[in-house]
């Protein structure tokens, strides 16, 4: 029993040596972790992690670890904190060290450790604020929107709305593209702490940006130490730009206008910082090509591109919007190109798409293959309907609308207009209230010729389309009216357009319908012929028509005067005649009447009088009476013999489209040496194929005369006829836009016949070429040869034509 006592009282004390010996060894520990803490306060931040992680080597004790990977987070070495404790799980950490290696990991970019540590923390203590706050930094970063809402929704049921938690919530409606979050967490923020020049400054950058001017400003008028003059600029740049947004959302001309003279306050400030007119001038591009304002557009693009390198894509855009107003649309290609290439999804943006713009570039550089190609691929990725912003219920989608449109004026770009209007008439039979269709249809029409049926589908388009929308098809009947000839009263009303409307590609089109129907013009023709064979009709080598027209006045009418000269040889004297007029054209809508009076030369000195009425019954028929006292028509060796005629002609035309028309017609020539010469003559022409740069045109014609029997030196068949057709092949090479060089090969062959003479096959083969720059100058040259024949003799004949046609534009 007492050595039983002995052992128990030698144990105790052996136990208590050991207790004070550890709680002397940990006192030790806490006092060396203590000293490197405070050397850290001191700032000797390096020593005192390196005297902790040797310390913690040496003990690997809690407490040590705590303060080591706070002081490694603090001198952000967060990959050489999370590698401290390689053999560690995360529960083998305290709560102060999993609050730090969570923040050590998220700003290392290791998430996925990140939230490990901070849901361990959450799960341990659910009052850790920085757990919380600290998971939903981490899915924030992650782009996780939803899972942060979800820890910063739990953060708030715990500790309320605090300073932290607005600061995440700005931090997650930033990241998440949610500015009007944005905007009301910062408004709230303000509040808590109005004296936070940080946060007033963020809020008040935040405003500017969503074009809240009027929050701005009293910010302003709140904390006028705040800011300085650059300050009132940025907002007065930043008004304009908003400004010019919304006009582009709601096609609002005096909001891009009024957005545009605030760039131009800002660009001019003497005090404007050079980024500030960098960015000023950039978005001023955007605003002249929005008002269609092209030139300037470009040539600022040009010297912005010249001065600071390449241009932003948004204003790459808009310098191909005004490359295309300015018919450059080749060099808009290839910016459309790029633009899609570098952000596949503005291709089919909802608001403006960029495929529509790429399509209308290649077919005005006439590359239908490729236009083809790019509607082929857009209407592939475009379904019917798409679901609205809700996601709940189907609508329909204006793409796939667009991309079948566009397929249907393709096709009429392309030559094909009967394939484009059974289309059309596809599309409207299953939409029969859609306006666009309807818009679109009057356009064909036009296309094709048939301007009082296009005036029809534009007013139907009108009729389906709200009042603000109309601006459009009104367009339309004003063009189809001046196609038609319809002036009287409608070009005041064009003119009042231009002057009042906002711009746009429509009114440009209008505008420029009228400049170019209204324009005056020059043009020059001539023609050389040298035959060879009995010489019976030769006396016609040369002749030239010259033409003056003045610009038509609000009526549709205007003076105009011609030259036309004629030379020939018969038993080797030369031949000469020339007749000169001046007239006026009166536009009676629905009837043209021409009169001109003037006198003839060398040897024809007589007077003349011409004149020339014409009725358009409908877009299909038309009657022309014409008599021309004094006649050009008359034969030189009439002319020579002192023989004068009247010519009297009665013609129908009947006009199908655009690739069919002919017309039958009779004509009486009374010769004062007794002869009345009769004609009655028929011809059709029709378009066999035309697409792309090809066209194959057939024309047929038929004729014969009667004369009296009159002694004459001229050709005077008692009776005759003719049957001949042609055709023609024609290529066009695109130049540029609205210029080509057209190259044609006509053949030709029919037979003549001619009383007490029989018949005789007749042929002609021909080459010409003509260069159109559009719409101002076209030349026209080429040769032919033919075989005709006079009173039984075959003569054949080689020509030369040239010509051309100046527009005063």
């Known amino acids: 029993m007492v050595v039983m006592n002995v052992a128990a009282k030698t144990l105790l004390c052996a136990l208590a040596l050991s207790l004070a010996n550890v709680a002397l060894a940990q006192g030790s520990v806490d006092s060396q972790r203590e000293s490197w803490v405070i050397t850290a306060r001191q700032g000797q ?14 003990t690997a004790d809690q407490a040590v670890l705590d303060d080591l990977l706070a002081l490694m987070v603090r001198s952000e070495r967060y990959r050489q904190a999370l590698d401290v404790c390689v053999s560690c799980s995360v529960d083998d950490y305290s709560d102060i060290s999993l609050e730090a290696l969570g923040r050590a990991a998220r700003l290392a970019g290791e998430y996925t450790r990140s939230q490990d540590f901070y849901l361990a923390l959450t799960y341990r203590d659910p009052n850790n604020d920085q757990a919380w706050l600290g998971l ?9 929107h939803n899972s942060a809402n979800w820890a910063l929704t739990r953060y708030e049921e715990r500790f309320g709305r605090d300073q932290q938690w607005l600061e995440a919530r700005a931090f997650l409606a ?24 940080e946060e007033i400054k963020s809020l008040y950058r935040l405003a500017i940006t969503l074009g809240a001017r009027g929050a701005a400003e009293r910010l302003m008028q709140d904390h006028p130490a705040l800011f300085t003059e650059s300050d009132r600029l940025w907002l007065r740049y930043y008004d304009g730009v908003g400004k010019i947004r919304l006009a582009q959302s709601t096609n609002e001309i005096v909001r891009a206008e009024a957005g ?5 306050a800002v660009i001019a400030a003497s005090n404007a910082a050079p980024g500030l007119v960098q960015r000023a001038q950039y978005d001023k591009v955007v605003a002249l090509a929005m008002l269609r304002r092209f030139e300037e557009a470009e040539t600022l693009a040009t010297q912005l591109e010249a001065r600071y390198g390449p ?17 450059r649309p080749d060099k808009a290609r290839d910016i459309y190109v790029s633009l899609i290439a570098s952000n596949p999804r503005l291709a089919r943006d909802l608001n403006h798409p960029r495929y529509e713009s790429l399509i209308y570039t290649y077919a005005d550089t006439r590359q239908y293959d490729e236009a083809e190609q790019v509607l082929n691929q857009w209407m592939t990725e475009e379904p019917a309907s798409r679901w609205d912003f809700t996601g709940t219920q189907r609508i329909n989608n204006p793409n796939y609308e667009r991309a079948h449109h566009l397929e249907v004026m393709l096709a009429a770009w392309r030559g094909d207009e009967d394939i484009a209007s059974r289309r059309l008439d596809a599309l409207v039979e299953q939409a029969p209230a859609n306006a666009t269709l309807w818009r679109i249809k009057g356009d064909l029409s036009r296309w094709r010729g048939w301007p009082r049926q296009a005036e029809e589908n ?13 601006n ?123 009169l001109a009076i003037g006198e003839g030369a060398q040897l024809n000195e007589d007077p003349l009088i011409w004149g020339e009425f014409n009725y358009a019954v409908s877009d299909h028929w038309s009657g022309i009476f014409s008599a021309e006292i004094n006649s050009d028509e ?97 290529h066009t090479l695109p130049l540029g836009y609205r210029q080509s060089f057209v190259q044609t090969l006509v053949l030709g062959g029919g037979g003549y016949w001619q009383d007490d003479y029989g018949s005789e096959p007749t042929w002609a083969v021909g080459y010409r070429h003509a260069w159109e720059f559009e719409p101002n100058v076209v030349f026209e040259y080429g040769i032919s040869r033919q075989k005709s024949v006079y009173d039984g003799v075959p003569e054949y004949g080689n020509f030369i034509t040239a010509g051309f046609e100046w527009r005063f534009l």
């Open 45 to 58: 931040l390096d020593e005192a992690i390196n005297g902790l992680s040797r310390l913690y080597d040496q």
């Open 311 to 327: 241009l932003p894509n948004y204003v790459r855009e808009s310098r191909a919007d005004a490359l295309s107003g300015l018919g």
């Open 458 to 470: 534009y007013q139907k388009a009108a009729q389906l389309m709200a009042p603000s929308e109309r």
């Open 472 to 594: 459009v098809p009104g367009y339309g009947i004003l063009m189809s009216r001046l196609d038609r000839g319809d002036w009287r009263g409608n070009v005041k009303t064009i003119e009042q357009h231009i002057a009042e409307d906002p711009p746009s590609v429509s009114l440009d089109g209008l505008t420029r319908e009228l400049r170019e129907q209204r324009a005056g013009r020059f043009s020059v023709k001539g023609s050389r012929g040298d035959s060879t064979g009995s010489g019976v009709q030769s006396s016609r080598d040369w002749r030239y028509e010259t033409l003056l027209e003045a610009p038509r006045n609000d009526a549709g009418s205007r003076f105009f005067a011609q030259r036309i000269g004629l030379y020939g040889e018969y038993d080797d004297e030369p031949l000469h005649a020339a007749y000169t007029a001046a007239g006026y054209e009166f536009n009676l809508y629905p009837a043209i009447l021409k």
């Open 634 to 730: 008359v034969p030189l060796r009439a002319l020579r013999d002192e023989v004068y005629a009247d010519l009297y002609r009665l013609e129908g035309r009947y006009r199908r489209d655009e690739s069919g028309t002919g017309g039958v017609g009779l004509a009486f020539m009374d010769l004062e040496d007794g002869n009345l010469r009769r004609a009655i003559s028929g011809y059709w022409t029709e378009e066999l194929y035309g697409h792309d740069e090809w066209t194959v045109t057939g024309q047929l014609f038929a004729g014969a005369s009667k004369n009296d029997d009159v002694e004459a030196s001229y050709f005077n068949p008692r009776r005759d006829a003719s049957l001949s057709g042609e055709l023609e092949v024609g």
């Open 136 to 144: 939903a930094l981490t899915n924030i970063e992650q782009g996780y």
């Open 174 to 197: 930033t990241r998440s593209g949610n500015p009007i979050a944005e905007l009301q967490t910062r408004q709230l923020l303000v509040e808590q702490q109005p004296q936070n020049e």
């Open 260 to 264: 545009l003279a605030d760039l131009e």
